[in-house]
């Protein structure tokens, strides 16, 4: 594994049908996927991806990956905080983890960047560091495309009233008088530009916020169950496998 001091630039490889399960990092990153492939779970969304996608994960943001039959190689490495400031001045909505599908173009980056990631010259930290932000513009470029395709505002600020508490018993009616839409309307909106229903995404909300206290508590899974919102230890199970295909139990134990 060879990195850029600057950028924390490194190539990784992961191995066929492993799986990373549901964890979050401290700072945002930037990867482009150079072969393979993997399903990753972000924000309630899954989604596949293969040689040339270019995705951005925001710091904290939980999330949990399944790769391919022949595993998966990726460049990553972590924008500056002046980088992120000049993308999200820019309508870059890096909150949502915004992604670009493969283009031979961004492969053809990807390939030089990792070739400047194995040089052992003076200029090659240059040289990666000038390619690792073309990235950066593609990702802009690709999401001002796309600005006219995000959510309403309104409904962005409903998903982030459900990601700060996703332990609150949110009621459709609640959200949609806070919306000032039709209960109908912002159920549908919210399928449509999320692609599952409020109750899905609360209860994958709930599960990952759950699966952080597992991976760094020793408290009961009762205690943990009420903090996140579930009503006792079988409907706790019952979503927690749901969402993340096992359950609380055999989470914990994976995860010593």
């Known amino acids: 594994m060879n990195h850029s001091h600057s950028l924390q630039l490194h190539v990784s ?13 401290d700072e945002a990153w930037l990867c482009l996927v ?3 492939s993997y399903q990753e779970q972000i924000h309630a969304r899954q989604q596949e991806h293969g040689p040339g996608d270019l995705l951005f994960c925001p710091a904290h943001a939980v999330h949990q990956q399944r790769f391919g039959v022949t595993g998966a190689v990726k460049i990553l490495f972590s924008p500056s905080p002046q980088s992120q400031e000049y993308l999200l001045e820019r309508g870059v909505a890096l909150d949502c983890a915004p992604s670009l599908r493969g283009s031979p173009q961004l492969l053809q980056i990807g390939t030089r960047l990792a070739c400047e990631l194995s040089v052992d010259d003076i200029f090659a930290p240059l040289a990666a560091e000038g390619l690792a932000l073309e990235l950066l513009a593609a990702l802009g470029r690709g999401e001002e495309r796309t600005l006219a ?32 839409r039709h209960p109908v309307h912002v159920a549908r ?8 229903t409020m109750g899905e995404y609360v209860r994958r909300m709930r599960a990952e916020k759950a699966a952080l206290l597992l991976r760094f508590t020793r408290r009961p899974l009762l205690d943990i169950a009420f903090e996140c919102g579930f009503a006792g230890a079988a409907q706790f199970s019952r ?12 989470y914990r134990q994976a995860m010593r």
């Open 149 to 180: 395709a995000q959510p309403p505002p309104w409904l962005r600020r409903l998903r982030e009233c459900i990601d700060e508490g996703p332990a609150v018993a949110w009621s459709l009616d609640d959200l949609a008088r806070q919306a000032g």
């Open 34 to 36: 150079l072969g393979g």
């Open 239 to 250: 979503s927690f496998k749901a969402a993340l295909d096992m359950t609380p139990s055999a």
């Open 189 to 196: 909106s919210f399928r449509t530009w999320y692609g599952c």
């Open 13 to 25: 490889r992961y191995l066929p049908n492993s799986a990373m399960a549901a964890h979050r990092h």
